[in-house]
């Protein structure tokens, strides 16, 4: 049983286009995140949400939209898709917030 | 500003022998401080941790990372090198935000080890 999944794990679309990355975790935790890994592996938090909540949200654009339909998920959607939103997006869980994180497979999203 | 740094981007040791990989912080009050290793192609994999206590911490897969508060370092430690202990390594640190926290991560370093 995966922990944390995601899906899909490859997504390729066009520019312009909106798209949506799946998370599911099955280990009960309270606090979800979306993390995006660049071609030089730096990897940055974008959202984190604590039962629902939303209570992080970096300088993320307003094309990234997370949500919560309840604890164990977390999607993302994206908007209007650009080139440099290519990258690999992580869903992770812990059990309260900045604690030890569980990290899905990864997302790769590429955008041509 | 509260940051974790990985001065090396890639670090080669012949199997065997012993191995470190760097990390430096800087944090707002007590630091929570995390290793984590990647896999190619796979998540990010939770290695250990210190919060508090003994400034030696163990992990996992024979792992150890030492808290050094003055030189305010976490350097990742393995006695012996694997070839198997190849890939990426990330330090992390936990950052106050606003009324909440992240865990924000240094630019991952490579560990190569030569057979």
């Known amino acids: 049983d995966t922990a944390v999944s995601q899906t899909p794990k490859y997504l390729v679309t066009q520019m312009g286009n909106d798209k949506s990355i799946k998370c599911e975790q099955n280990l009960g935790h309270d606090t979800m995140y979306w993390y995006k890994q660049d071609s030089k592996k730096f990897l940055k938090i974008m959202f984190s949400y604590n039962n629902k909540e939303l209570i992080i949200n970096e300088t993320v654009p307003n094309r990234f939209s997370p949500k919560s339909p309840d604890k164990a998920h977390l999607n993302l959607h994206i908007n209007s898709l650009e080139l440099g939103d290519s990258a690999v997006y992580f869903c992770?869980?812990?059990?309260?917030?900045?604690?030890?994180?569980?990290f899905g497979a990864g997302s790769r999203l590429t955008v041509l | 500003a509260q940051s974790v740094a990985q001065p090396e981007d890639q670090v080669n040791v012949a199997e065997g022998n012993p191995l470190t990989v760097k990390c430096t912080y800087s944090v707002s009050g007590n630091p929570y401080l995390f290793w984590y290793v990647q896999y190619p192609n796979r998540g990010l994999q939770f290695l250990l941790k210190y919060i508090t206590g003994d400034n030696l911490v163990k992990g996992s897969y024979g792992f150890e990372a030492e808290f050094n508060k003055s030189q305010t370092s976490f350097h990742l430690k393995k006695p012996s090198a694997l070839v198997s202990d190849s890939a990426l390594y990330f330090c992390?640190?936990?950052?106050?935000?606003?009324?909440?926290?992240?865990?924000?991560f240094g630019s991952g370093t490579r560990l190569s080890i030569r057979p």
């Open positions: 992770a869980s812990s059990q309260g917030g900045a604690n030890v994180l569980t």
């Open positions: 992390a640190v936990r950052a106050l935000y606003s009324s909440a926290s992240k865990i924000i």
